[in-house]
């Protein structure tokens, strides 16, 4: 069976446990089309941020 050597140390056990604090993406409706996207970032299907045209409209 096999035994560590050395006890972790709880730099290391914070390390290998710092992917339990990640957090599910969050999406927001938009307020014009209604369909879901990621806060803060451009709407690629109308090219909309914050209410202006930034990006031409995919077809």
Do not use: C, W
Request: glycine content about 8%.
């Amino acid at each position: 069976m096999a035994v560590p050597k050395r006890k972790t140390s709880p730099m290391k056990r914070g390390f290998r446990r710092s992917a339990d604090g990640l957090k599910a993406e969050a999406y927001v409706e938009d307020k014009d089309s209604g369909e879901l996207r990621r806060p803060h970032h451009v709407d690629l299907k109308t090219g909309m941020y914050r209410g202006r045209q930034i990006l031409t409209p995919k077809n």
